[in-house]
T-cell receptor, first 115, second 112 residues
């Protein structure tokens, strides 16, 4: 158990819908990262937040958005869902940024299926 | 083009045997390289983290090597166990603090 929690574990929805994925980082961790893992693409970095502020952006679509709240939990919002958005979404957390040994701890993931 | 290439894509070995997984990268500048183990349907778990100045790092039966000049890394697994069956992912970070470049992983199956 990494200490990172994600809800829900599974999510099934239809095309065009909007969903929200939630992540609670490990106690004391200020950074939260979101990743998408598709079968043929491997892990793709989406976005990072540090202490409530957006820190880095990866391959995140405009239909996707995220935020980190004052209690440090984070939400990833996916809208106008398409079939290709079906994937595992992982959240990871770390103590901070700026150190080469800033290890990331991954949550168990949310499996999103878009029908 | 992916900046982190892993080989082989998949590998099957007998329990007790050793194996070596390869990672070649073109990421520049380079801050650190990590190897993760990911069991099916679960989140990745960190095995090793190396900066450009480190040549080798061990974690139990896992030993990672790094040649920053040739931009190659390897993960050697000794005396494999059935529980080693998983995907092994190489991740290269161009900046301290966050990982951006993931390899597609090597899928390892250890059979009795």
């Amino acid at each position: 158990d990494s200490g990172v929690t994600q809800t829900p574990k599974h999510l099934i929805t239809a095309t065009g819908q909007r969903v929200t994925l939630r992540c609670s980082p490990r106690s004391g961790d200020l950074s939260v990262y979101w990743y998408q893992q598709s079968l043929d693409q491997g892990l793709q970095f989406l976005i990072q937040y540090y202490n409530g502020e957006e820190r880095a952006k990866g391959n995140i679509l405009e239909r996707f958005s995220a935020q980190q709240f004052p209690d440090l939990h984070s939400e990833l919002n996916l809208s106008s869902l398409e079939l290709g958005d079906s994937a595992l979404y992982f959240c990871a957390s770390s103590v901070g940024t700026g150190s080469s040994y800033n290890e990331q701890f991954f949550g168990p993931g949310t499996r999103l299926t878009v029908l | 083009k992916n900046q982190v290439e892993q080989s082989p894509q998949s590998l099957i070995i007998l329990e007790g045997k050793n194996c070596t997984l390869q990672c070649n990268y073109t990421v520049s500048p380079f801050s650190n390289l990590r190897w993760y183990k990911q069991d099916t349907g679960r989140g990745p778990v960190s095995l090793t983290i190396m900066t450009f100045s480190e040549n080798t790092k061990s974690n139990g039966r896992y030993t990672a090597t790094l040649d920053a000049d040739t931009k190659q890394s390897s993960l050697h697994i000794t005396a494999s166990q059935l529980s080693d069956s998983a995907s092994y992912i190489c991740v290269v970070s161009p900046h301290p603090g966050y990982a951006l470049n993931f390899g597609k992983g090597t899928s390892l199956l250890v059979t009795p």
